[in-house]
């Protein structure tokens, strides 16, 4: 039986193909994200915008970063169990701040850089076009080689009067906003959590998904950033719709969709299947499940997600939180080694370290730029301290014949 209504409106796609065709089309933003991922363009540019400093010393800083093969002869380490851990750490806000946690990782000669970095940070346009985004992408992806780095566009980001005109006039809708300074505009947020909505965009209310994905296409062209965090119900079937013939363009889905069960899975892989791409493949890499899940629900969830059909499909699971995401000692790690001994795979996840750190906190997420800047030793060093508690518990999953894996620049 298929779907009793559509998900999508025939005016919600029109208006979802027009402002694709405003950045060229398909073809042409896939081709602009590959061409801006190439490290010679990067670096370039991060020369040309002033980071051409931080670009040289994170070149240096990971001659010292340790190997995973030395670990494992160290420790006569076989994998001889099936489930492999990914792993995963929050809160690489900008080129300073990643800097200072590259630094930190070469001097302790122990700690394995994670594969996948995510990041929190507003996609303001002086934060897309003025190059930091961009470096920080090339010490992720370029220097580090980190697999995926998931930036969030935060829906309430004051953006100028042009970009919200542009979009007005392809879409053909009027956006609720305000003026938070001369010359910018704001949707205005009736449900707020944040200054920039429920942590992280959750409100997508009337067409703000068009908001969406303008800034997400924006930050890609620009930079190369191809992978989003995508935390709400409507944008999510936008962003499946919008990316179904952009084969480099990647979403996560947030735990704070609260994807705490089976039935909530089932509804995301509803709307997968509705938009799925010609190769049988989803935009959606990864599903983030939410805190509040049992290691036999993770299990359960996984099997259905290797049942469904549709390929490539990564689950996370948190194993600590900043302490004003949750209860104050959360830690899942054992119960990912549960599912690790089921041989279930699993994302490993650190918001935290599981200790009460200075700006170890969602509202480090926020700063405002001068204050993050200011604050960015202090900021990078729990980043640093997040990598050292992930790299240990995936040391521990190891010796125990669990394969683990880490970004490129880990690996001999």
């Known amino acids: ?150 930036n969030t566009n935060l829906v309430g980001t004051p953006l100028s009067d042009g970009v919200y005109d542009r979009l007005e006039k392809i879409s053909g809708e009027k956006f609720e906003t305000w003026v938070p300074e001369t010359g910018t505009r704001a949707l205005i947020l009736k449900n707020m959590g944040t200054a920039f909505g429920n942590l992280g965009g959750v409100e997508v209310a009337n067409n703000n998904h068009l908001v969406y994905l303008d800034g997400v296409t924006r930050a890609a062209v620009n930079t190369g950033g191809d992978f989003f965090l995508n935390p709400s119900w409507s ?39 509705e938009y799925l791409r010609d190769d049988g493949t989803t935009p959606i890499y990864e599903i983030n499940l939410g805190n509040g899940q049992s290691p036999e629900m993770f299990i359960q969830c996984a099997k259905e997600v290797a049942e469904c059909g549709i390929p490539g499909i990564s689950l996370a699971a948190h194993l600590r939180i900043n302490p004003d995401l949750g209860l104050a000692d959360f830690d899942w790690t054992e119960n990912a080694h549960k599912v690790l001994a089921s041989g279930t795979d699993i994302t490993i996840k650190y918001e935290s370290d599981g200790t009460s750190r200075p700006l170890d906190t969602m509202g480090a997420y926020f700063l405002p730029k001068e204050e993050r800047l200011a604050q960015a030793e202090t900021i990078g060093d729990v980043i640093y301290y997040k990598c050292v508690r992930c790299s240990k518990d995936a040391k521990e999953i190891m010796e125990k014949g669990h394969k683990a894996t880490f970004a490129g620049i880990s690996y001999r």
């Open 235 to 273: 944008s999510i079937v936008a962003g499946c719709y919008y990316a179904r013939d952009i084969k480099n363009l990647s979403f996560k889905i947030s735990m704070l969709l609260s994807t705490q069960n089976a039935i909530q899975l089932r509804m995301l892989l509803n709307i997968m299947k």
């Open 1 to 150: 039986m298929g779907l009793h209504y559509d998900f999508l409106s025939k005016k919600d796609m029109k208006q979802i193909d027009a402002l694709k065709e405003a950045y060229g089309g398909a073809a042409e933003i896939s081709k602009t994200i590959e061409k801006m991922r190439s490290y010679e363009e990067r670096k370039k540019a991060a020369a040309e915008k002033g980071f051409g400093e931080i670009v040289s010393k994170a070149e240096e800083y990971v001659k010292s970063f340790p190997k995973v093969e030395d670990f494992l002869e160290k420790k006569d380490i076989k994998f001889d169990k099936p489930g492999i851990a990914t792993t995963q750490v929050s809160g690489f806000q900008g080129a300073p701040i990643t800097l200072r946690c590259m630094e930190r990782l070469a001097r302790d000669g122990e700690t394995l850089a994670p594969k996948e970095f995510i990041s929190v940070m507003a996609l303001t346009e002086d934060y897309v076009f003025n190059g930091e985004l961009l470096t920080t992408l090339l010490l992720a992806e370029n220097i580090m080689k980190a697999e995926k780095f998931c």
